[in-house]
């Protein structure tokens, strides 16, 4: 996925600039089009600064956990060929 040249807190920024002044003049002064607003605003219209990085932060615990799981029921498996064997 590309990157883009805004992090999610600047992104929020600009939209609650938005909220406050014209959407074209908004994005006039930042370099983007009236419709990236829009779309920010429907991904990140009802969030603060503080919430995108809390949101980021328990999507990577979220991923970390994920792989913890998968890890785990993995052994769970290897162990269970083992004790079928055994028998």
């Known amino acids: 996925m590309r990157k883009g040249r805004f992090t999610e807190e600047q992104m929020v ?10 959407v074209s003049t908004v994005a006039r002064q930042h370099g983007i089009s009236e419709q990236t ?5 429907k ?3 009802g969030f603060e600064p503080n919430d995108v990085r809390r949101l980021r932060h328990l999507e990577a ?4 956990l ?3 799981v ?5 052994e769970i498996e ?5 004790a079928a064997k055994n028998w």
Do not use: C, H, Q, S
């Open 13 to 22: 920024a600009i939209i609650r600039e938005a909220d406050r002044e014209p």
């Open 37 to 41: 607003i829009y779309t920010w605003r």
């Open 78 to 82: 290897v162990m269970k060929e083992v």
């Open 61 to 64: 615990e979220n991923t970390r």
């Open 70 to 74: 998968a890890e785990r029921d993995l």
């Open 66 to 68: 994920k792989k913890l």
């Open 43 to 45: 991904r990140f219209g």
